[in-house]
């Protein structure tokens, strides 16, 4: 059982930055792939980005490519989102999840097994 906790989010104005840490209980991070999600009210749960096991490869929606970063620290067992450019469709509750190292990394929010209970993010115009 991998259990994950979110934070860093916030409210900040259109343009501004913010940084999502998720940190994992699992000594064996190293063997997951990590995601970021993100749900609006009334909305699907939506990929944001993802990052293989090793960190050597990364995933991007196209609506956060160029503005958001994902990367993770295995020795620290923490995954991160830097978003940046930041806009008011941003606006949601941001997950991370854990998928197994061994499937292949997915942008499918049911692929992932473990997720963490959430933070907010809003993007104020």
């Known amino acids: 059982q991998v259990q994950l906790e979110e934070s860093g989010g916030g409210l900040v104005q259109a343009g501004g930055s913010l940084r999502l840490s998720c940190a994992a209980s699992e000594r064996t991070f190293s063997s997951y792939h990590m995601g970021w999600f993100r749900q609006a009210p009334e909305k699907e749960r939506e990929f944001v980005a993802a990052i293989k096991w090793s960190g050597a490869v990364t995933y991007y929606a196209d609506s956060v490519k160029g503005r958001f970063t994902i990367s993770r620290d295995n020795a620290k067992n923490t995954v991160y989102l830097q978003m940046n450019s930041l806009k008011p469709e941003d606006t949601a509750v941001y997950y991370c999840?854990?998928?197994?190292?061994?499937?292949?990394?997915?942008?499918?929010?049911?692929?992932?097994?473990?997720w963490g209970q959430g933070t907010q993010v809003t993007v104020s115009s």
């Open positions: 999840a854990a998928r197994p190292s061994t499937e292949v990394v997915s942008t499918t929010p049911r692929a992932y097994m473990y």
